[in-house]
């Protein structure tokens, strides 16, 4: 049941980076990206958390490339770490959602009809709802923590993926090859996990990297409204709030905050259209 | 046809109804009841009991549940226990300053998007084409209040050139419209990238098809090719997405109030959060939710009005 990609797909993809320049430096920059979070505790100058009240709002400088804060913390240290806290979002939220998704998806997609129907109105209530409603009261009722907003997201990024796999699922469950296997006797969970699954499984990475830029987007609001990671855990969310108490004294916390927000999604976003494209024409056909 | 509108506004009206029951029901299975979270660590038990009788936390969950449904049915949204006012009063009271920013940021980007999208098609392939799908592309992935917070730091508060906080004087509309414009850029601009892709691919299509064909064969000049012949049918696929988009319009309507200190219904259920105040919290997303679930039916129905094969297909 593995799903290991077809070969030369390295070569594929190496080859079409190559000719699309856009894919290509969305590619650099999450890579630069990544690295530089998972490095953070190597590469940040200072401790994200050390204070230095003399040095408050201060600008770029020597010491402080990207300037301090209210409390005189090392901006650029904080953004190094706050990248920490989005990757560990994106990665759980989105592996929790996805494999959620794909096993709802394939009940849809393989089950009987009105199981099919019970779970498509729950996936569209759930994804009519305005998010950030539904994060609100949720952060109302719970308190704010970074595992509210992995929940939230998680909850409404499941029907993202268990639509798509339903609708793939169908178009394979009437496959000749399905259909000899279960001539031969093979269980459902059998066919669903062995046959049905590697099937349906490429496409879904592509939608995960397409997915990452939302879901930081997402987890970068939440704790811009201060319903995310408590202080004085540094997130880009919470440097920007910071920043927008003090916007008046000095602009570098919203400028420092801001930035590596913007470098990530247009990353992740033009890395996931290049991927697209490549392993799946079809796709954009439809949208673009 | 009307089967077909009356059973989405069956799932609509069950959707709404499964958003209240499960609000309704979080509120009440969460530890530390509402009355005593409201009036913090310090509340005698005749004060709790007192607010709770008010806020008629006393009766059993269904009984709540049934009068909150049957009062939401006849306008009756219960009381703000803070300010004594009726929660219907003030949730529409900033429910207004939303619709207006939203409507602003819509039509601002319909404005800037549809020509934008019909050259991109016209000229396929040209650098406008290509400077439009980067761009759409672009602003489509930014956090819509990051771009709020970056328009306030420079447009309100280095430059000065557009005012920072509020909505501006009541009754003056000019100066309205004047404290509207960084709210609604903020909230527009992704939609501008979105609406221009819309529109570029619909026109692609209908560029192909036959009448064109015919109406380029009489000789017609191409600009009333283009406009009557081709942008009306283009569009009517791009106004029914914009339906589908209020969610995420009031997502981002949320984000711009906060960062620009204007009221509106975003700002209010924030703040309401904050402050545990739970009538406001439940009025305000039940009028959200019932504002975005009519305008996906209408754009459900518009849709369906349009393409009769949509009618047919199960749940859609």
């Known amino acids: 049941m593995s799903v290991s990609p077809p ?150 990024s499941i029907p993202v993926y268990a639509r798509v796999v339903r609708t793939q699922t169908q178009a394979l469950r009437e496959r000749d090859f399905i259909l000899a296997e279960r001539a031969m006797g ?20 592509i939608l995960a990297s397409m997915d990452v830029p939302a879901v930081i987007g997402m987890e970068a609001g939440l704790s811009f409204l201060g319903l995310g990671v408590s202080p004085p855990t540094p997130s880009w969310g919470s440097i920007l709030n910071d920043g927008y108490s003090y916007l008046r004294n000095s602009p570098w916390p919203i400028i420092a905050g801001g930035l590596p927000l913007i470098a990530v999604t247009l990353g992740f976003t033009f890395f996931g259209e290049a991927l697209r494209d490549i392993f799946d024409p079809r796709l954009r056909r439809k949208d673009a | 046809m009307a089967k077909f509108v009356l059973r989405r506004a069956l799932i609509s009206l069950l959707i709404l109804c499964l958003a ?7 509120i009440h299975l969460v530890p530390g009841d509402p009355a005593s979270v409201m009036l913090g660590p310090r509340a005698t038990p005749a004060l709790k009991a007192e607010l ?29 226990p803070f300010s004594g006012r009726k ?14 920013l939203v409507l602003a940021a819509i039509g601002g980007a319909s404005l800037l998007g549809i020509p934008l999208g019909c050259f991109a098609a016209i000229r396929r392939g040209s650098w406008l084409d290509r400077l439009t799908a980067v761009l759409s592309v672009a602003f489509i992935a930014i956090p819509s209040f990051v771009v709020a917070l970056y328009l306030l730091l420079w447009l309100g508060v280095k ?22 414009v960084l709210p609604a850029i903020s909230l527009g601009l992704g939609w501008v990238g979105y609406i221009a892709r819309l529109v570029r691919a619909s026109m692609l299509e209908v ?5 064109i064909r015919t109406a380029r064969a009489f000789g017609l000049p191409e600009r009333t090719i283009i406009v009557n012949y081709a942008l009306r049918i283009a569009l009517l696929p791009t106004v029914t997405i914009l339906g589908l988009g209020v969610g995420s319009m009031l997502t981002g309507a949320l984000f711009a109030e906060i960062v620009f200190s204007r009221p509106g219904i975003g700002k209010l259920l924030y703040e309401a959060v904050l402050n545990r105040n739970y009538p406001i919290v439940m009025g305000a997303v039940l009028v959200t939710t019932g504002f975005f679930v009519l305008s996906t039916l209408a754009s459900d129905v518009v849709n369906a009005s349009l393409d009769p094969r949509l009618r047919t297909e199960r749940g859609r």
């Open chain 1, 7 to 156: 070969p030369g797909t390295v070569l594929r993809v190496t080859a079409a980076l190559k000719r699309d320049p856009l894919g290509m430096a969305g590619f650099v920059l999450v890579g630069l990206i990544l690295l530089a979070t998972v490095c953070a505790p190597w590469l940040a100058p200072h401790d994200p958390l050390e204070v230095d009240v003399t040095n408050r709002l201060s600008g770029p400088s020597a010491q402080h490339w990207l300037g301090t804060d209210q409390l005189g913390r090392d901006m650029l240290s904080r953004v190094l770490f706050g990248g920490q806290v989005a990757l560990k979002v994106s990665l759980i939220a989105i592996s929790t959602s996805m494999a959620i998704g794909i096993a709802l998806g394939m009940i849809a997609g393989f089950g009987p009809r009105w199981l099919d129907r019970a779970l498509l109105v729950s996936f569209d209530t759930v994804r009519s709802f305005p998010t950030i409603m539904f994060a609100l009261a949720i952060v109302a009722l719970i308190g704010p923590s970074l595992n509210t907003v992995i929940g939230v997201i998680i909850v409404t």
């Open chain 2, 20 to 26: 209240v029951s499960l609000l309704f029901g979080m």
């Open chain 2, 207 to 211: 560029l192909e098809e036959n009448h």
């Open chain 1, 186 to 205: 093979a269980s459902t969970f059998r066919i669903l996990r062995d046959h049905v699954f590697p099937n349906i499984a490429p496409p879904l990475f």
């Open chain 2, 87 to 100: 929660v219907s009063d003030i949730v529409l009271e900033q429910f207004p300053y939303t619709l207006v």
């Open chain 2, 159 to 180: 430059w000065r050139w557009f005012p920072a906080i509020g909505a501006g004087e009541t009754g003056n509309m000019a100066d309205q419209a004047y404290h509207l």
């Open chain 2, 52 to 80: 709770a009788q008010r806020m008629g936390l006393d009766q059993p969950l269904a009984v709540q549940l049934g009068r909150f449904v049957a009062g939401a049915a006849r306008g009756d949204l219960g009381v703000d």
